[in-house]
């Protein structure tokens, strides 16, 4: 049982031998071409920061605010004013 290679049986899977060729290419390029973690994290550290603390401040007022679908602000419920003055 020899299995013999011929340029018909090849050529049945050129199109996988052309994507396993361009993935590997993609991701050498990548290893090599792109910039290290450690360059994007001193990059974006003030976004990654701020974002941080916008997420802890939601959080905060979240729990401190009260969540009574009934209570009143300032005498009218929450959005009446905003309401009435869009609506003319």
Excluded: C
């Amino acid at each position: 049982m020899a299995i013999t290679i011929s340029t018909e049986n090849l050529l049945q899977f050129k199109s996988h031998f052309i994507f396993a060729t361009l993935v590997s290419l993609l991701l050498i390029s990548l290893i090599f071409v792109a910039p290290r973690l450690l360059t994007i994290l001193a990059y974006f550290w003030p976004l990654f920061v701020s974002t941080g603390l916008f997420l802890v401040a939601i959080v905060f007022f979240g729990r401190v605010s009260p969540d009574d679908p009934d209570s009143t602000t300032f005498g009218e419920r929450t959005g009446e004013g905003l309401l009435n003055y869009v609506a003319g």
